[in-house]
């Protein structure tokens, strides 16, 4: 519409609006090729946008996505300058996401877009590749120094764990989900992450605290949970809940 305002004869409006998509999936492809033809930098942000929206085994909040989108291959921690703004993220997908007021996730813009990316699976969108991606970053994110130091002794330091790593809670509930998509390309990886104790021990602290820091039993849940989990122990837990 702000181009057509910018026409100054009905020649130029009818040129302009014969050259208009036909039918959505035309106007998502259209999209679709403004995305790809960014600078690298901005496509990058996009594509990896659209693939954690597109494969997330549940909606993610806008700070949730910004972390996701910050991993990187040997990550030893989460840099706030490495965050990708809100505006960047939402700008470089060329009006396919949005931010929804209503819970502060961030989602396709219609359900017919949605369709169009899991029915064309443009490059770094299809379902293997995206889940392995994903799957990787995952373990990426709950392989760095600090879950690396162990558990938290104490609930304020478990609070203030999550609240630094955003996508924690994410990382370690649906790895498995991930993984179960694309288990030849992950499961190696997996095997020497589980290999680790002390991280292994800070994801099953993760996998078993499952109530909120305020509550009253918080303190109980976290002295009662179970403790010195073997790689065993959590591939059974994610196998429990249906995932390997």
């Not at 609006?17 to 259209?30: F, G, H, I, K, R």
């Not at 991606?133 to 373990?139: F, H, Q, V, Y």
Request: hydrophobic residues 40%.
């Amino acid at each position: 519409m702000d181009e057509i305002n910018e026409l100054i004869t009905v020649r130029g409006i009818r040129r302009h609006l014969s050259a208009l998509p036909a039918t959505a999936q035309e106007a998502y492809q259209n999209t679709y090729n403004r995305i790809i033809n960014q600078r690298p930098g901005i496509k990058g942000v996009a594509l990896r946008t659209l693939r954690w929206v597109q494969h997330a085994q549940r909606p993610l909040s806008m700070v949730e996505l910004q972390h996701a989108l910050a991993i990187h291959d040997g990550m030893e921690d989460v840099d706030p300058e490495d965050l990708p703004s809100p505006k960047v993220i939402l700008s470089s997908c060329q009006g396919l996401m949005v931010l929804c007021k209503a819970d502060g996730t961030v989602d396709v813009v219609h359900s017919t877009a949605r369709d169009f990316l899991r029915t064309h699976q443009p490059g770094g969108l299809d379902v293997v590749g995206g889940h392995h991606a994903i799957a990787r970053a995952c373990l990426t994110y709950l392989s760095v120094t600090e879950l690396a130091e162990g558990p938290c002794a104490t609930v304020e330091e478990l609070a203030q764990r999550h609240s630094k790593l955003s996508l924690l809670d994410y990382s370690a509930h649906f790895l498995g989900d991930h993984i179960f998509e694309c288990e030849q390309q992950s499961l190696d990886r997996l095997s020497r992450f589980l290999e680790q104790d002390k991280l292994r021990q800070s994801v099953w602290q993760i996998l078993n605290f499952t109530v909120g820091f305020g509550s009253p039993i918080a303190r109980q849940m976290l002295q009662s949970s179970p403790s010195q989990a073997s790689a065993l122990h959590c591939a059974a837990f994610c196998h429990g809940a249906g995932r390997f």
